[in-house]
């Protein structure tokens, strides 16, 4: 599955509720007209505290955007099938030059369909993330996607598990090298309630497993979103 995420900034001298407000009214309906469109969703930043011992990295956002296709060039085909609509209705919530990564989804632990569906909404923590000075490309995915996974199975608390390897980074509309826009992949964790997030990121095995990030992760940005689920 092919994930393209569209970081967002809200326009300068809008309120964040009126920025989720068209961003979700008006926009969406719009983007979701995207042609071979699998699945697409709004994350609304909801609390920006940085919860993670690595440093900030620059990823400074007020939202972000899924949008999800069987194929790179599925994807490239349903932008094109807008005809600009989607591009030229962003200045009038957010920043235009909004950069894209897209990403390899992988699910690593599924969210049960009862918790999905439930009346309570879950509690959504997003990050990106770096690659520490010296680590290459190839090692940083290795680490990530194979020995990192098998420790975050032993971390208590979370519900849902996924790491979005990033393979493009689209800046103004052109593909730009990981210098200019430094993020090698996006993790997304589930909880049922802060009870059980506070439960994961205090636990030992968070500890542990944080250590290990730490020889292959840089910088990274940290968010609890509120998920809009539009397609």
Known sequence: MISRMGLLKRKEGTTQEEFKDYWLNVHGPIAAEMKNLRHYSQHAVCDNEHRHPLGQGPIIIDG?????????????????????KG?????????????????????????PKYLLNGDKPLIKRVSFMGRAEGVSAEEWMYQWWDVHTEMVHTMPGYVGYAQNLVIDRI????????????????????????????????????KRTSQHGSEFIGAINTYLTEVHDIL
Do not use: R
Request: hydrophobic share 40%.
């Open 64 to 84: 972000y955007s899924e949008l999800q296709f069987d194929s790179y060039g599925d994807m490239v085909e349903g932008v094109m099938s807008l005809d600009g």
């Open 87 to 111: 591009a030229d209705d962003v200045p009038k919530f957010a920043d235009p030059h909004n950069p894209i990564l897209v990403c390899v989804k992988k699910f690593v632990k599924h969210t």
């Open 171 to 206: 800046v103004n509309g052109v593909s730009v090298h990981y210098d200019e826009l430094p993020v090698e992949g996006v993790v997304e964790f589930w909880f049922e309630n802060m009870d059980a997030f506070n439960e994961c990121y205090d636990s030992p095995e968070f």
